[in-house]
């Protein structure tokens, strides 16, 4: 045995491939059941596909940080492509001051100013596009979204044509220098430029989301500087994120007409049936972790500044942990589920994501009979989210 070289299961996999984007779930098998760690041998990382390990290093930030970064590149040792962001890429303590701020604005009261809005809004587009063929993509998954994020958060209606290809980027650039992330680099700038200036408190509207983070600056909680930073957060987490997770919730409710059946049945059950959407199609897929030390996981010796690679979409259909893995049941006790992610860094605007998934859900229960696929669904391509380009359907 090669001292360098770990004694463990190896694999050859491109994780981060069009091939395994297409179709996962056969690779993420063969990982769970190679062991609880993996060699990713083409890029030099640890992977880990099973809910155990996936659980124990989203709780355990002290050994496996998130300040180096949470993509391939170890910012120890590289330049990311734009400042770290204050929640995601910091570890406590400094990540706790910069969540707090963001926690408050989404807060349950938040959600209740919001709730019957969005209620409304949903029930309204959902009407608007009954009867006619459309992409449950542009009209729906991303449209509804569109239609109450950036203007809750108090952007100006110019210009938000830039905040999908601005997080598709961010999101890409989690993964390797493959063409994905360099085609998505090349036409980054002015994406970047627009949501950069948008983050600023001048340019946001007084009553929205955006202009609360700056309310913390003006009580000294953190900087000026820092309160933009956290709207740039706002901005890049928050919309591909819930796009994907209504596409997610959509794909799946077309696909078991028996669990939509359910659903008309119970329009109560919207919240929980997006959850399970998220679980069983994890719009986040993956993300790293870096070791701060030398470690264990799962019996194997793992050593210090090692990227591990999570694989949650596969933690959330591990037989291990989950009966019926693959099956779409809007039933199910869903809690544990890492779609979310885990631990201090979980998902910080998961209130306002389920927020919007219901209302989706609850106006698709309403209104719909029935959701009939019209044509073949188109993948998009992301280095971190999984998702459709396209889903023709049709909603009578
Ligand atoms: O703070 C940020 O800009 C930010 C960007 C991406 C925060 C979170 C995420 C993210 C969300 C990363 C889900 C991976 C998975």
Redesign the pocket.
Known sequence: MSLDIPALPRSDLDPFSTDFFDNPFPEHEKLRDAGPVVWLERYGVYGIARYAEVHRVLNDWRTFCSSRG?GLQDFLRETPWRPP?L??ETDPPEHDRARKVLARVLSPITMRELRDSFIETADALVRSILGREIDGVADLAQAFPLSVFPGQIGLRTEGREHLLPYAGL?FNA?GPDNDLRRSAMERAAPHIAWVSEQCRRDNLSPHGLGARVHAAAATGEVTEEEATLLV??LL??GID?TVNGIGAALYSLARFPDQFAALRADPARARNAFEEAIRLESP?QT?FRTTTCDTELGGTPVPEGAKVLMFLASANRDPRHWDRPDHFDITRTTSGHVGFGAGVHMCVGQLLARLEGEAVLQALARNVARIEITGAPVRAYNN?LRGLASFPLRLT
């Open positions: 949470v962001s929640v995601l961010a989690f740039r957060s890049t987490a994120t986040v993300f971190t």
